[in-house]
């Protein structure tokens, strides 16, 4: 994984982060969680890769 695409993953997931501390309906948070895991386990599959 470039430096480049960690740092965009890496900003994703701080900012889905920052959406799913605001009050929100139960589907919105499910899919920030979902995003959350996905983004997480991107940048540690990007870890194992390098």
């Known amino acids: ?5 960690r740092k965009e993953l890496e900003q994703k ?3 889905t982060r920052r959406l799913a501390q605001e009050p929100t309906d139960l589907f ?5 969680a979902q995003l959350i895991e996905d983004l997480e386990f991107r940048l540690e ?6």
């Open 1 to 5: 994984m470039l430096r480049r695409e």
């Open 13 to 15: 997931l701080a900012q």
């Open 28 to 32: 919105t948070r499910e899919r920030l």
């Open 45 to 50: 599959a990007g870890r194992v890769a390098a």
